[in-house]
């Protein structure tokens, strides 16, 4: 028996060592997007039969002032019809077909609206919302998340648009904000701009609680280091390796987003 304890305990201990002591958070990008058509509820529904841990998505505001999910400023790549959803209203938006792009089987879908999203959350589990727009959509989007039922922890905000990041910490300083960053590499100097220090800099200025990096863009475990020894969350998308998501969790991030996250979560961790 003892000895059966001792083997146990070295397991774990190995566990730990493999993945840094940490067990990073995966996130559905634009749900389970491999198998069901993005960011629609078919998708982000696969998400939480497959115990995902949190869903990714992005969001526009309509003419008539409705929050809806879609990733691009058109809806020409993934609908049936080529509408620019801030000239739309919801209705007109509603109409489209939003998933035989993917596979005729989900003929009929329909962009959702965030706060048909939010509904689907299971107990535990998160969502990262990402603004695509400016801080315009900010009021409409605390209406929803006040609204949702769920806790602040759960709804956590991402963008690109540190304006727009800024206002969603001043209007919901409860929840958790992530900027969104995609350094890019000078062909000749081979430097990254903007730098780790200029990122961590404009996180801190907009009261952001984290940083959200394209895992390609200059990243290493320094890198990482000098984000957590900041204070500040680190995150990186969009990862579908499991090598690297394997390097990542053992440096350190506190979350993965993934085309494929019960897939990479069942490679990287094992589980």
Not at 262 to 271: A, D, R, Y
């Given at each position: 028996m003892n000895s059966m304890i001792v083997a146990m305990a070295l397991c774990m201990m190995g566990a730990g060592l493999a993945f840094g002591g940490n067990k990073p958070e995966f996130e559905a990008h634009r749900g389970e997007n491999s198998?069901?058509?993005?960011?629609?509820?078919?998708?982000?529904?696969?998400?939480w039969e497959r115990h995902d841990d949190a869903i990714e998505l992005d969001i526009h505001l309509t003419s008539d002032g409705q929050v809806i999910v879609c990733h691009d400023y058109d809806t020409k790549r993934t609908t049936n019809a080529d509408l620019k959803i801030k000239e739309s209203t919801l209705a007109q938006l509603r109409q489209l077909d939003a998933g035989s792009y993917k596979d005729p089987k989900y003929k009929g879908e329909k962009l959702p609206l965030l706060s048909e999203v939010l509904a689907t959350i299971?107990?535990?589990?998160r969502c990262f919302t990402e603004i695509k727009v400016g801080p315009e959509i900010v009021p409409a989007l605390k209406q929803v998340m006040d609204s949702s039922g769920k806790t602040a922890e759960q709804l956590v905000i991402i963008s690109f648009h540190a304006d727009a990041l800024a206002e969603a910490k001043k209007q919901l300083p409860a929840h958790q904000c992530y900027?969104?960053?995609s350094p890019k590499q000078d062909k000749k100097t081979k430097k990254w701009s903007p730098t780790i220090?200029?990122?961590?800099?404009?996180?801190?200025?907009?009261?952001a609680d984290g940083l959200n990096v394209n895992y390609k863009a200059g990243?290493?475990?320094?890198?990482?280091?000098?984000?957590?020894a900041a204070g500040l969350k680190c995150y990186i998308w969009t990862c579908d390796e499991p090598a690297i998501g394997k390097k990542y969790a053992d440096w350190g991030v506190d979350g993965i987003t993934t085309n494929k996250a019960?897939?990479?979560?069942?490679?990287?961790?094992?589980?």
């Open positions: 198998v069901a058509p993005e960011n629609t509820l078919s998708s982000f529904n696969l998400a299971p107990e535990g589990k900027y969104l960053t220090d200029e990122l961590i800099a404009t996180a801190k200025e907009i009261h990243m290493n475990e320094a890198a990482v280091k000098k984000i957590k019960m897939w990479m979560k069942e490679q990287v961790l094992g589980e």
